[in-house]
């Protein structure tokens, strides 16, 4: 260890006595062992006490002189873990310590720098952390001395942002990138870091990773300052410039976010930081920097660190340890050695020898004296030679603040001319004016142009959304053209009839005119054979009739003349016929045409009609199988969690289990029923989709909460409960599978799928605790009967150890008396810290109630919470019956009637019961509550006292039980063979007994677990929460004397080191 040690009295006997002077020596004094100690080679973290003093002092002298004067004077270039403890020390002075800390590190940046260049060029692992470490110290050295309004703890208010980030936007973006700069410093520390752990395989719980891990502390808190002043700077560069210029920005920040955000959840996982740092929690995404309204959502990141307890302050040594002379521990041994069998050979010292080694002695004290005075020396030196160091870096200080006023001048020089030349720019900025005026009114015309285009668009989107309306509507359009189809089918049939019936009227019509004209020219013709025959018997009768033939003649002219007239009607009639007859030919063949055409189209109307039928039957099963797709994967899942080893940590309740699988029975109804309505109607396939969705997610369910029961029942039923679970797994996908085939469909029986559903739910039904039979309404009353029984019980084992303490002061004396009165002391002791115990979780119960019950009453607060009730019932029957046990015990102990691991093992019952008291009254309560933190240090009392109990038996066992010399001098080589092999026997036997017991008391336990009935999963009564105790034993209080049903614990040991007693309970 790299130790700076304190200087001899004669030394300081030579220095002047003043007091100034003293109280200087003696702050040095302190400020070297503080840095001795807190920068070593050990690879352990650096304790915070010597940080802290180190941190004072530069308060103290308002500064960091002491610190860099010794500081220079490590070798800091022969150990890289020595380096990285230095740069860890120095961001804590400059976080920390004195303002002025930050000049006088600036004195030392080449020292700084040199080191970080050394341990970079190097292959060492800390050395490449130590390289990091020291840019980053550099960056935040010269940040805040660039920008002295930001502390160095990076710690400043809002209106102190605003104030140094001004109103110039050039000095709000270049304050933004070096904040980027800083940041990217912080994170690449912290990624190097944890890349070595992960390398190394360390855990946050070793001293070498601890002592990487814990510089990371002042860099969170670092970065959630930087992280809120880059967000604000954002959104007013946002503010301040158009988006596109700030791009690079922007993706900059996500990255660094999303960097930041992983830092913070990784860190937040290790149990390291968790006693050390509240780590604040960043948001899912980066802010919206194109929303200004976004700025109001964002919270800054609070980084809180706890009060740390009070360390305890170990004495400062003079002299180092591993200066000592090695055989002092020997020689204690032998003194002890001396005075237990005396001298060996009866030899005894003479004054030759004591003189030798008082001698001896004084040389030792005289060299160590000479290493302390040269190691003085060698301080002061370093003293010197650090303000020579300063001397010259002020000098050197002075020369470039000469040079930089040169600079100045010159510049002021070129100021003028630049000025100069300004007016003559005047001119030219004119004519640039007018030529922005131009490419405005160029970029409000594209702008124009942009929201034209911007509502054609909007107009497009509007039609899209119209259309995909028509498509919708398409469903209802087809099916209102399949009833128009109908009813133009029977308007067709109709004008057919109707047309056939008037053409059949015209024929007829057309018939009976044609016979009519028959017969009349039949008349006429007859007519005309009659006029003949007369003329025949005229002509025959001689010429008497002579003068009548004139008569005749023109009687036949006329005839003839009408005759001609009745052909030339009859050749008119049947022209007309004809004309009928082709016209109704025509008619015909138009009435053929147009009923073949509408027959046409009707066949068209029906092949698409059954085409829409067959598609819609195919979309209806296209959608059955995917639902039983999705489905049987749903159930593969389940039913793979049943071998799946991650899940054997998953609880669950009998009372969960069996609303699961009543739940899952009422869906395989449904299913059926949905099941018969596919198979009447295929077409509407909504009620089976429904229900069989429905149903894979409930079976699902119950299959993984039976798994999940099934890890904290009985051997038994928990392999009944699993096997009945693979059973309906395999029902579930067979039925699934079914319903992905249209053949195998309709041959499916949901109903199969009951059988070990119902299995299910007899299983979990007799896996219910067995709770006694116990108004909710008494709940409350029972709470408090227990409560004071408890307090009763205890207050009763304080009267009995003071009685039995008496007692043994009359009965007993000396070594018994002195055991006695221990083991009794620590056993009042731990009855008063259970007394405090109960009236704390008395007073946090209360409290509980009145935050709790709103407008309800006590009573209705206490059945409404039934679980968390019965829990603190049980747990204080637990600590009444342990109290009892323990007072019983000590009075066999003490009557010499008992042994004393029943003493130990009541300790450790006690100590149990209490952690099960403080884990249910600790379910419901708030953690701020100061009533739960009182709750929990009297737990840590009780613990303390129960290991003290412990402690005290053991050490009077020891003292009193006799212990054998075991001189086996005496016996010959037969003898000690003869036993070492009973030794060996004996040695055998007991293994035996102790594998036995041990069976025994897993079984013991394990009927104890079955007897309590309790599961530690949320009650019906509040899902979602863990419930507070089993439900076992809750109406009926068992005497003291009797054991409570509480849930199993496993084997409760006192911790070796500190004796602090170890509870663990399940699920509370």
């Given amino acids: 260890m790299n130790s700076i040690k304190n200087v001899p009295a004669r030394v300081l006997s030579r220095r002047p006595g003043h007091s100034l002077e003293a109280e200087r020596e003696q702050f040095d004094k302190t400020q070297a062992i503080s840095i001795s100690k807190a920068i070593n080679t050990q690879e352990v973290p650096v304790k915070e006490k010597h940080a802290r003093r180190i941190i004072l002092g530069t308060h103290h002298e308002k500064g960091a002189f002491t610190f860099w004067s010794y500081a220079i004077g490590l070798p800091l270039p022969s150990s890289s873990i020595l380096s990285w403890k230095f740069c860890h020390v120095l961001h804590k002075v400059l976080r920390d310590g004195h303002p002025n800390v930050l000049h006088d ?29 020291t840019k980053l110290l550099l960056t935040k050295i010269s940040f805040h001395l660039k920008h002295p309004e930001f502390p160095a703890g990076l710690e400043v208010t809002d209106e102190v942002l605003e104030k140094a980030a001004g109103t110039d936007v050039n000095n709000i973006f270049q304050l933004t990138v070096e904040m980027f700069d800083y ?75 999303h960097s930041l955000r992983n830092f913070f959840r990784r860190a937040s996982d290790m149990l390291y930081f968790k006693r050390l740092i509240q780590i604040p929690r960043l948001p899912e995404g980066p802010p919206n920097f194109l929303r200004a309204s976004a700025l109001a959502e964002h919270i800054k990141p609070v980084v809180v660190i706890p009060e740390e307890a009070p360390e305890d302050e170990e004495p400062e040594s003079l002299i180092e340890i591993g200066t000592g002379p090695p055989a ?118 594209r702008y124009n142009k942009l929201k034209e285009k911007h509502s054609e668009l909007i107009n497009t989107h509007a039609e899209l959304l119209r259309k995909n309306a028509d498509t919708a509507k398409q469903l209802t359009v087809t099916q209102q053209s399949q009833e128009e189809v109908a009813r133009v089918k029977e308007q067709l049939a109709f ?68 005759v001609r007239h009745r052909q030339a009607e009859l050749v008119a009639a049947q022209s007309l016929v004809r004309e009928k007859e082709a016209a109704l030919s025509w008619e015909q063949q138009r009435s053929s045409r147009e009923r073949d055409e509408l027959q046409g189209r009707l066949a068209d109307k029906e092949s698409q009609e059954e085409e829409l039928q067959h598609r819609l039957l195919d979309e209806q099963f296209a959608m059955l199988r995917g639902t039983a797709a999705e489905a049987e994967r749903i159930l593969q899942d389940a039913v793979g969690k049943l071998d799946d080893p991650l899940h054997l940590r998953c609880t669950s309740s009998p009372d969960y289990l069996v609303s699961r699988a009543q739940a899952a029975l009422d869906a395989v ?39 999940a029961t099934s890890h904290l029942a009985p051997t038994d039923p928990a392999d009944r409960l699993m096997d009945t679970c693979r059973e309906c797994g395999a029902r579930a996908l067979e039925l699934v599978g079914q319903l992905q085939d249209q053949r195998a469909l309709l041959q499916a029986q949901p109903g199969l799928v009951r059988i070990p559903l119902q299995g299910i739910l007899q299983l979990g039904q007799e896996l219910k605790p067995k709770s006694l039979d116990v108004r909710q309404e008494e709940l409350g009353a029972i709470v408090d009967k227990e409560m004071a ?57 209360k409290e509980i109630v009145e935050s709790g019950r709103g407008a309800a009453t006590q009573q209705e607060f206490y059945a409404k919470n039934s679980r968390w009730t019965e829990g603190l019932i049980s747990a204080s029957k637990a600590v009444g019956w342990g109290a009892t046990q323990l007072v019983e015990s000590a009075d066999k102990v003490v009557l010499h009637t008992g042994k004393y691991e029943e003493l130990i093992v009541c ?130 209080k068992p005497p003291l004397a009797q054991k409570p049903s509480v849930a199993p614990r496993q084997d409760h040991q006192l911790d070796k080191k500190d004796g602090s007693y170890a509870a663990q309970l399940v699920n509370y």
């Fill in 183 to 257: 940041m990217d410093g912080e994170l690449k520390l912290s990624e190097s870091v944890f890349r070595q752990l992960n390398t190394a395989i360390a855990v946050s719980q070793m001293s070498s990773g601890q002592c990487r891990l814990a510089p990371l502390i002042q860099v969170i808190q670092d970065c959630s300052h930087l992280y809120h002043y880059t967000v604000k700077l954002m959104f007013k560069l946002h503010s301040c410039l158009p988006a596109d210029t700030l791009q690079g920005h922007r993706d900059r920040f996500h990255e660094q976010f």
């Fill in 669 to 707: 109804s449904a299913l059926e029923k949905g099941h018969a309505q596919y198979l009447i109607s295929t077409a509407d396939a909504s009620a089976l989709v429904a229900a069989l969705t429905r149903f894979s997610h409930l079976a699902a369910d119950t299959i993984v909460h039976g798994s």
């Fill in 105 to 133: 590190c600036q004195r030392y940046r080449s020292n700084i720098r040199e080191i970080g260049d050394l341990w970079g060029h190097l292959h060492d692992r800390y050395g490449q952390l130590v390289n990091i470490y």
């Fill in 789 to 845: 029984a408890t307090s009763a019980a205890i207050e009763d084992a304080v009267r009995r150890i003071e009685d039995m303490m008496n007692q043994a002061r009359h009965a007993s004396s000396g070594v018994k008396l002195e055991v006695n009165e221990r083991i009794l002391n620590s056993c009042t002791d731990l009855m008063k810290a259970i007394r405090l115990l109960v009236t704390a979780s008395t007073s946090l119960q």
């Fill in 495 to 562: 004008r057919v009839e109707q047309v056939k019936r008037e053409s059949e009227m015209k024929l007829e019509e057309q018939s009976d005119q044609l016979e009519k004209l028959k017969r009349e020219l039949e008349a006429k013709a007859g007519e005309l054979v009659r006029a003949q025959e007369a003329l025949s018997r005229a002509e025959q009768s001689g010429l008497e009739l002579s003068s009548r033939l004139d008569a005749l003649s023109a009687e036949k002219d006329t005839l003839s003349s009408v």
């Fill in 907 to 1036: 300790s450790h019952e006690i100590a149990a019961s209490t952690a099960q008291l403080v884990a249910a009254s600790k379910v419901k309560a708030d953690k701020h509550s100061p009533h739960l933190s009182r709750l929990q240090e009297c737990s840590r009392a009780v613990n303390e006292m129960a290991a003290s109990v412990v402690a005290s038996t053991r050490s009077g066992q020891e003292q009193i039980e006799d212990r054998d010399t075991m001189d086996f001098s005496g016996l010959s080589l037969i003898k000690l063979k003869k036993q070492e092999m009973e030794t060996q026997v004996r040695v055998l036997e007991l293994e035996k007994t102790l594998e036995v017991e041990r069976v025994r008391l897993g079984e013991l336990r394990k009927q104890h677990y079955m007897l309590a009935g309790a599961v530690g999963t949320p009650g019906e009564e509040e899902p979602g929460r863990p419930s507070a105790a089993p439900r076992g034993g809750t109406s009926k």
């Fill in 328 to 445: 002092a521990e020997p020689a204690v041994v032998a003194d002890l050695f001396e005075q237990t069998f005396g001298p060996p050979n009866g030899s005894v010292k003479d004054d030759r020898d004591l003189q030798m080694e008082t001698l001896k002695r004084e040389v030792e004290t005289l060299r160590t004296e000479l290493d302390k005075i040269q190691l003085e020396a060698q301080r002061y030196m370093a003293q010197l030679k650090g303000q020579v160091n300063a001397l010259e870096a002020e000098l050197e200080e002075q020369r470039k603040q000469k040079q930089k006023a040169l600079v100045d001048n010159e510049q002021l020089r070129h100021e003028v001319a630049r000025l100069c030349a300004a007016q003559l720019e005047g001119e030219r900025d004119r004519g640039l004016r007018e030529e922005a005026e131009k490419k405005a009114s160029a970029t409000e015309a």
